[in-house]
């Protein structure tokens, strides 16, 4: 099926999921200033353009995989309607890797050896690790909350941002764990996940407890003068928020996708918060 310039356009914005771009740039942006706005540098910009590269290009690297899949299940996708071809999907994530690397190399020695870890834990994931249940959510949780690390690292100063990382990565752990509930049918289809090995109850309870972690940890960038108390003021509506999510998820076991909307609104305002906290 052929396609306009304007169609092709829009199915490759559609790929890419611009909101998750935007994200994992705010995140850089957090992780590189986190210790004052001095640190703003071309090194920090290049940092953002390539998470930018990284997340488009690993959301094209994934489609090209289940496109097969999403004929049926997501039949509304750029690849499975007809309006992008599974090989331009994958020279567009190829590319998309290619150039973050070129970047990487130019920021300096640690943000390049994220960036090849990077992409090999991706392949690994589409090949191999998406099929592991558990280990396979670690590595899409792990890899989603490096923006604030890969920041840091930009400008040599890494060691405040790894919280912020470590606060993402239990967040996204458990959302991807629910997210896993949630899609038990469709999953079935192409892969094993968390909750088909331990059942649905379970894979809920284990969820829940990765969110009530990060709740637990979220006062510690303002206990250790990271972020300052203005991110509080918009954290603990966030804390609020996902226990809730928690609340709701253990009572009504069959309505994990309401769960899963509400931990994303959380994800995006905690990012917020963030970003007010970087403000003295």
């Known amino acids: 099926m052929k396609c306009s310039l304007a169609t092709k356009t829009r199915a490759f914005l559609k790929l890419i999921r611009p909101e998750l771009c935007i994200m994992g740039l705010i995140g850089v942006f957090v992780g590189g200033i986190i210790n004052g706005f001095e640190y703003a540098s071309f090194n920090l910009f290049l940092a953002m353009i390539v998470v930018v590269l990284m997340t488009a290009g690993s959301m094209a690297f994934n489609d090209y995989f289940d496109w097969e899949i999403d004929k049926m299940i997501h039949p509304e996708r750029p690849i499975p309607s007809g309006r992008l071809l599974p090989k331009e999907s994958l020279w567009f994530a190829i590319s998309s890797f290619f150039v973050a690397l070129i970047f990487s190399f130019f920021i300096n020695v640690v943000c390049f050896g994220i960036v090849v870890l990077s992409i090999g834990f991706l392949v ?28 840091g690292a930009s ?78 003021i918009i954290i603990i509506p966030v804390d609020f928020l996902i226990a809730y999510a928690i609340i709701l998820s253990i009572k009504d076991m069959q309505n994990t996708g309401r769960t899963t909307d509400i931990v994303r609104l959380g994800m995006a305002l905690g990012l917020i918060g963030f970003v007010v906290g970087i403000i003295p």
């Open 124 to 151: 690994l994931y589409e090949k191999f690790l998406k099929n592991q249940g558990l280990v396979g959510n670690i590595v899409v949780a792990f890899l989603s909350s490096m923006a604030f690390t890969f920041g």
């Open 155 to 232: 400008v040599g100063q890494l060691h405040d941002a790894l919280i912020l990382s470590v606060m993402a990565f239990l967040l996204m752990l458990g959302r991807e764990i629910l997210m896993d509930v949630r899609d038990i049918k469709g999953d079935s289809l192409r892969r094993i996940t968390l909750p088909m090995k331990i059942g649905k109850k379970y894979a809920i309870y284990l969820g829940c407890i990765f969110l009530a972690m990060t709740i637990a940890l979220t006062p510690l960038p303002a206990l250790w003068d990271i972020l300052s108390v203005w991110y509080l």
